[in-house]
């Protein structure tokens, strides 16, 4: 009885069309021309390569994208225990009508071929997005960003931030924001004025978020323009700042963000707890990890100075889950928003959901986003979710405390569409 | 099968009449006299708040208590997912006949009628206490209650401390202090005396144990009345101290404390994690939350010092759990104290639940208290906590581990209540 | 259905011969000459004192073992809820035809005696050995081991370094490893090579593993000979070392044993997390506890620095799981290794089994050790695994991911052996 209890509430979850909150699509190629698009996925390079495969065998330069795919099919075999391979597997199976149990050495030519052959339609996107469910996604643009040639009610524009704040220090990153926003930045009065620039290029081109991934031990604190003057004054005359001057315009940065976002009412995403680079053998996007000694009591401050900014907030780690559904249960401008990278593998996401669904206003909930950066991991992506989703709602809800099963679909339906809507003004 | 089986247990456990060992149950009005009682209860008004409703128009000074609910009720839309709600609406149809599936601006007119009708019943109290299965009522008591007027077999008295570790520094506690005790503190050997007066005081109006919640950042130490004593005496003379003074007297009142306990052969209660305050602007009780980084090991000199005194630990979030279990297996004095606060859902309960049966000695597990400011809590809190652990005695013992039914009901049962009455000789 | 599915995995997983790739195993001395032997299992003594026996009473000197036994007895009541006692129930029913559910004050001269008898059998090793399944064993060598004396194809040599890298600073351990290597060590040119010399001794013995247990605050970092020379200079002429210097030597040495790893082509088993004698009055080995604060990313220059060297990596809590589970995802050269002590009860091994199972290359997951002292508790141990292992296979694969059951139970093989005779090379 339960698990056709589960099936039911799986495929009316499943019917519903979506709004991706948070994705890496580039705008201009947003579904794969080649499996070597979807198997060039950090995700399985990573794992091959953790599985035993050379970076230099994935990453050689010039590599044709055939021969990247099959080299990366040698050691799948290792992986497909994985619920990323699971992802691949039904990307292969709905998209290109693939039966086998697995992809080996003696089928994967023929996969390739008949992916390439269906990728090569010239709707092969709006298929994607028709077949997935899909009627807008959210988009991770850098602050530069033209956002120009692409259907911004479709593919909508989020101001990623990450530069700005931690890699304002580097040349490029000033000269890409003097370029940007033609603003001649000498001081912090300009550079808050060169970022208002960017907030207003965003929202004029119907930006709905701005966001940006924090490491473990960064904790915002108030500064003003007056405290940074004289070191954004010497930053943008060419000096090397130390690692104090440098914190201190990240954090004048981060707080003049969190201004804006007050004034052009634009949600703040804040993904907290990577760092960077911490293997740094590792390929491309596959270097990246933690350290879990991290709080959202860093964010006390910075939540409680802008009480009308949302800030919909991911964490890295499931043992950051906890705080963030008391922080959100208490704080009116915390929401919740998906199962980010390292927690999004159905063990965290069960537990994750289960506190969550339990504890915090139901619209406060931001269920899933995809992060996917091509059009065709969407499907696999939010349907493992729905399937934790709809487990969760019949156990929980309907089983545990005598919910309707119409009930258990509208609070499933809330969270994975809904919300989006009403939190992000889409 | 397992449903009929987790039913049979969790009805054996209904069965059982209780001694709820924390509360902060006022015991002259124990009982809720309108509905406002009830929802005003931080659960509620936190909730409302965070998800939208204005704490001016929650809090407003002089307000009527049916206009209270009518605005609360506006908003209960929003967090009818929560367990939290779940236990009003399980009060509303144990209590008060109230059978639709959710409070409404429709409804809640009649409901709050209704209500009000049963309470003025002159027997409420003893109705609910009786309907509860509740047997005795630990309370939380100001170091300066006179604990009079109230039938201290029912409820039951309790020590709580904070203001002594915490706030001796204000000048207020120190008054309340003297008044209470009768004696003149002027240095740390009166301030040690004044204390014993408040054991004296507590034992011999039935206390059952000390209490305190302590933020995560605290690690008691052993400080001796010598090295605090012209600190102590700057203190009582009106003196200013700067934070490590401050830090210091607070060591010394919780060691003596610790002290007391063991002289009195009172268990310690401390619950550990709360850092108050954090959310400035929330409504009353609804401003606290915590950083989830600390470790039982900060208590570890306090452990090893105090052999005989027995501390029922509760911790604030279910990422300390684990140590919770580890330090209660090997400590003789570490018993396992409930489920707190935001650790207080079925998704921590659960998980919870499971690791402390299955490897921390039995005698040593005080299942659950309710925490409750109004009777009518103890009912659906309780009823909560029953189903969980129905639910793992069913599929970790009878179902995984063969027991008998009789055999895991027992074990229920013990940690439900016959623990309560041993580790607080009541 | 599920029940059965369950039951059908666990027996194709409980046939299957076992290499264990890590006990404390005294060789000379495998299986049990008494009851006291095998309830003398630290987790006995230390969870009845924590329930109330005083340690005078259980380690009084010259305690006969019967009478040891005996009053261990008293206490098992207290502890019939644990899993660590299952273990005990299911050793006296499999090898001892016990068949009461519990070992009480009655029954247990009965037991005590028919053990004798079955443990006095010459080939007593041997049908423990055969009816648990074993096929070989990893031993925890002391660094001074002379490794003769026994079958080194059954029980395989593991080189521990716990005493080199923490206790280098005790005249004995310097005694204990001038006289293995007849080095004569005074300076860190020449301490390097004494070591050498452990690691030539023990793989030409066998030896298939490195092993060291970590404090949770220990960050390895790289220190040349040039750095420490003049400290372990001091070391060995007798000075007294600060503890900066003793902490330099400790870093010095890990790092050699590191180098020396790769060296021989050894994989480093790191435990990491455990505090010695945090209760200092509890029984033997039932002092130690943790630090849940720690973090892998401790370990980032040790796992970049030593690509060629296989890291299989323990953590004590299971709140650390989940990065052991990020950075085996992304370092090729770091395996998950089994559930370590106080993660090793159903609820964190189901919870941490689940979540590596479905993220990390399955060629990179080895799934239990046993950590036993006695031969005796492989099997009760390994079936506890099993019997999550095969719940987990049946659930998450079968049922959720649509595997076929053989699938999932070539799955079950590969982490529970395969594993183990891949990384270790055996």
Redesign the interface.
Known sequence: MSEQLNKRIFDELESLVLIDPHTHINPHSAASTTLADIMGYHYYT??A????LAKESIEEPGIDPKEKVGRLVTQLG???????L?WLMDICSEFFDFQD?TITESNWEYLYDTAAEKMAQPDWEQQVLKQSGLERVFLTNDFDDPLEGFDTKLYIPCLRTDDLVFHLTKNETRERLGKATQVDVGCASTLREAIGELFEHFTSNGARACAISLPPDFSPVSVTADQVDSTVRSLFAGDDLNSEESKLVSQFVFWTLAEYCGVYRLPFDLMIGV?RR?????VYQ????????????QY?EL??AF?KVTFPVSVL????N??L????????NVVINGHWW??N????IT?DC??R????????LIGYYSDMYKLEFALPKFRMYR?VLANVLAT??VI??NWSEQ?AIE?GKLVLRGNVETIFSC
């Open positions: 990573e794992l390569h953790s599985a035993g290792d992986l497909d225990n994985t619920i990323q699971s149990e760092n911490v293997y740094e053998a590792g596959g270097q990246d990890l933690y350290d879990k000694r991290t709080s959202l009591i006390k939540f409680n009480p780690t499931s043992t950051s906890q705080e559904v008391s922080y959100s249960w208490i704080f009116p390292y927690s593998t159905p063990a965290f537990f289960k506190s669904l339990e504890a915090v206003p139901k619209t406060k399937r929980d809800f545990n405390r009930r609070l």
